[in-house]
């Protein structure tokens, strides 16, 4: 089971970090993937991590701005969301995906494991 935390009500520009915390499985030999859904909108690929850390992958309107970053001593990743923007606003999904690939992968598809979102709000 996966669960996300740390979403709340931001003023743009503002900064918050997510935490995506596994129970009953562990991380550390999966890729793990955020995504965002805002309303009225698919849902859409924000940015993943490989089991290691080595790799990581973000969508152009996270790229300079989110980080994302993992602890697998502590079955936790994290998404750091600086300098946010009104269209940020969105319900963040952390997903997994086991395997112990060398590259991160955007596709929701490839994401068996869902969490049930954070919200995160964003005013201007």
């Known amino acids: 089971q996966l669960q996300a935390c740390g979403g709340g009500l931001v003023q743009a520009w503002g900064s918050l970090r997510l935490s995506c915390a596994a129970f009953?499985?562990?991380?550390?030999?999966?890729?793990m993937g955020w995504f965002r859904q805002a309303p009225g909108r698919a849902r859409e690929f924000v940015t993943a991590i490989n089991w290691n850390g080595s790799s990581t992958i973000y969508a152009d309107s996270a790229k300079g701005r989110f980080a994302i970053s993992r602890d697998n001593s502590k079955n936790t990743v994290y998404l750091q969301m600086n300098s946010l923007k009104v269209e940020d606003t969105a319900v963040y999904y952390c997903a997994a995906r086991p395997g112990t690939s060398a590259a991160a992968t955007s596709p929701s598809s490839e994401y068996p494991y869902w969490g049930q979102g954070t919200l995160v709000t964003v005013s201007s």
């Open positions: 009953g499985v562990t991380l550390s030999r999966t890729t």
